[in-house]
């Protein structure tokens, strides 16, 4: 089991910056990646950036290069750097974990955060 809780969202102006943390517990030793996924107003959630031992760092071309994705050493903190944001960024931030071998995965979801970017 692996308890995922967001903070960082917010409201920003077109071209400002926002900064996405999820804190992670629970048995995230059996961590094999994390991520971001987002949901806009109406829309189906979409996956935003993810980090994981087999394939490294894989951002969608929507946010590739204003978009920086880290996280800590052990799988217990996950970040999201989010700059140049523009209005279709909006939507709620939910931090992902997959945990235990890539043949059987298990995946949790902490509960989001809101992140706005209006004028």
């Known amino acids: 089991q692996v308890q995922l809780v967001e903070s960082g969202g917010g409201l920003a102006p077109p071209g400002g910056s926002l900064r996405l943390s999820c804190e992670a517990s629970?048995?995230?030793?059996?961590?094999?990646?994390m991520g971001w996924f987002r949901q806009a107003p109406g829309k189906e959630r979409e996956l935003v950036a993810r980090i994981t031992k087999a394939e490294g760092i894989f951002y969608v071309d929507a946010v590739k290069d204003r978009f920086t994705i880290s996280s800590a050493n052990t799988w217990n903190a996950l970040f999201l750097q989010m700059n140049s944001l523009k209005p279709e960024d909006t939507g709620v931030y939910f931090c992902?974990?997959?945990?235990?071998?890539?043949?059987?995965?298990?995946?949790?979801w902490g509960q989001g955060t809101q992140v706005t970017v209006s004028s």
């Open positions: 629970g048995t995230t030793y059996a961590t094999y990646g």
């Open positions: 992902v974990s997959w945990i235990g071998p890539s043949s059987n995965l298990q995946t949790y």
